[in-house]
């Protein structure tokens, strides 16, 4: 609604609606049925649009990880590029490699089950520790704590040919997964730890458990990254999927690498969007600075100002102790 408003326009002035997720597919896999014989009866029945006999906009379904790889790739102003998506899951696969090159269709040329997910394995770490999913930030910068130990191995095998330490079919889903992670994290202590999570510095096993999944995620992403360019024989790697946040990872890849500033879910509806209406030419890198104009609050001081970011600014405001 937000979006229609601020571009002044209603529901039967629209052409598509595309959305980041086969619906079709995620009703069938949680025992649903998708009973909507038209785009109208969805869009009807779930949003409450009535289209007053017109047929309305076509309603279009985006595989989850085509739609992160797409978002990543319109976005880098690249003219061909591989892609690795690397989330927690989409229909059906965790990881993913695509090619893509302008004016061409996308290829994916290799996926990985929902139980090889790195983003379930960190998640599991995250919840070990008493920190949720949307904290997997927290887990990353604890992780450094620990980076003078030997990490435990979460996952075994080399390179791209890497598995978790228990067995499960190809239809494993996250109430599947993560109580086995669990198992396998809790025999290593507590779980979940004790401490309050403003202490966890201080807990040894706390910080072992975040050093060890962000090991993990540093030792294999790399492998993903070097694979993927060997199976399209494209340089550049575009990055996306919730995994792409974990900033200390990729700063040990080897450029050309880009990561959208929408790498994760925030990408979907962009990159659903490119999936049906793909630019004709190379867009230029996305800016991180969308949205609306930056107002000053009214419940502010009057002295209240906003400039653009200066990261060095915020580096010196850290180390003066001025950002909590």
């Known amino acids: 609604r937000f979006c229609l408003d601020f571009a002044g326009i209603e529901p039967q002035d629209l052409d598509v609606i595309a959305i980041g997720w086969d619906l079709p597919k995620l009703y069938s896999q949680f025992g649903g049925r998708w009973e909507f014989t038209t785009p109208r009866d969805f869009l009807s029945q779930r949003l409450g649009w009535n289209f007053a006999g017109r047929a309305g906009p076509e309603f279009v379904c ?13 976005a880098s102003g690249l003219e061909s590029a591989a892609i690795l998506v690397n989330d927690g899951n989409g229909e059906d696969e965790s990881i993913s490699i695509y090619q893509a090159r302008l004016g061409a269709p996308m290829i994916r040329r290799e996926v990985w089950p929902r139980s090889h997910s790195l983003g379930f394995m960190y998640d599991a770490a995250c919840r070990a ?28 095998g080399d390179g791209a040919e890497f598995h978790p330490p228990f067995t499960l079919g190809p239809e494993a889903v996250y109430q599947d997964i993560i109580p086995a992670w669990e198992e396998q994290l809790g025999r290593r202590g507590s779980f979940p730890v004790s401490t309050p999570s403003a202490n966890l510095d201080t807990d040894e096993l706390a910080v072992q458990i975040a050093w060890s999944a962000q090991a993990t995620v ?15 024989g494209l340089d550049a790697v575009c990055l996306a999927g919730g995994v792409a946040l974990n900033c200390s990872t990729n700063g040990l890849l080897e450029d050309p690498i880009y990561v959208p500033p929408v790498s994760a879910d925030a990408g979907g509806a962009l990159g659903a969007a490119w999936a049906v209406a793909p630019p004709p030419a190379a867009l230029g890198p996305l800016s991180p600075y969308l949205g609306l104009e930056v107002e000053t609050p009214t419940s502010m001081p009057q002295n209240w100002t906003a400039t653009l970011l200066e990261p060095s600014a915020v580096v010196d405001r850290l180390l003066q102790g001025q950002i909590g």
């Not at 595989?63 to 978002?71: D, E, I, K, L």
């Open 62 to 74: 985006v595989p989850h990880h085509r739609a992160h790889a797409t978002s990543a790739f319109y």
């Open 129 to 156: 520790i008493g920190l949720t999913f949307l904290e997997a930030g927290k887990t990353m910068g604890l992780a450094a704590y620990g980076r003078e130990n030997p990490p435990w191995q979460l996952m075994e």
């Open 218 to 232: 540093e030792r294999i992403v790399p492998e993903l990254v070097k694979h993927a360019r060997a199976i399209t």
